[in-house]
């Protein structure tokens, strides 16, 4: 079993930088190479949604309107962790922030949005709360 832990969420004033970590882990021989991974968030009273997503196979990523020039999702695939680098925090970035991961053949432009609820394997969440 896969498992997913977040950190680095907390409350900044607009304007801030946050970076999140996930670090997965699983059986002896597991490593993230070989799955597509995440970052979902869910704002209080909202559907959860993609906020950027990236291949396992050749690094192709996606972001989600809203956070585009600002947000950059990276990997670590030695260190077995996944990284939101957050910048530029407006008080719409409020939210529980998510990381997951899949097996699954990654599909491109709209995988982030289909994937909101489906992904194989997720983290219990990091709130963000940005506010003055």
């Known amino acids: 079993q896969v498992q997913l832990v977040e950190s680095g969420g907390g409350l900044v004033q607009p304007g801030s930088s946050l970076r999140l970590s996930c670090v997965a882990s699983?059986?002896?021989?597991?490593?993230?190479?070989?799955?597509?991974i995440g970052w979902f968030r869910q704002a209080p009273g909202k559907e959860r949604e993609g906020v950027s997503c990236?291949?396992?196979?050749?690094?192709?990523?996606h972001y989600q309107d809203p956070v585009k020039g600002r947000f950059t999702i990276s990997r670590d695939n030695a260190k077995n962790t996944v990284y939101l680098q957050m910048n530029s925090l407006k008080p719409e970035d409020t939210a529980v922030y998510y990381c997951?991961?899949?097996?699954?053949?990654?599909?491109?432009?709209?995988?982030?949005?289909?994937?909101?609820?489906?992904?194989?394997?997720w983290g219990k969440g990091t709130p963000v709360t940005v506010s003055s």
């Open positions: 997951a991961a899949d097996s699954r053949a990654y599909s491109g432009e709209y995988y982030c949005s289909a994937m909101r609820y489906n992904m194989e394997y």
């Open positions: 699983g059986p002896p021989d597991f490593t993230l190479d070989n799955l597509s």
């Open positions: 990236m291949s396992a196979s050749d690094g192709e990523v």
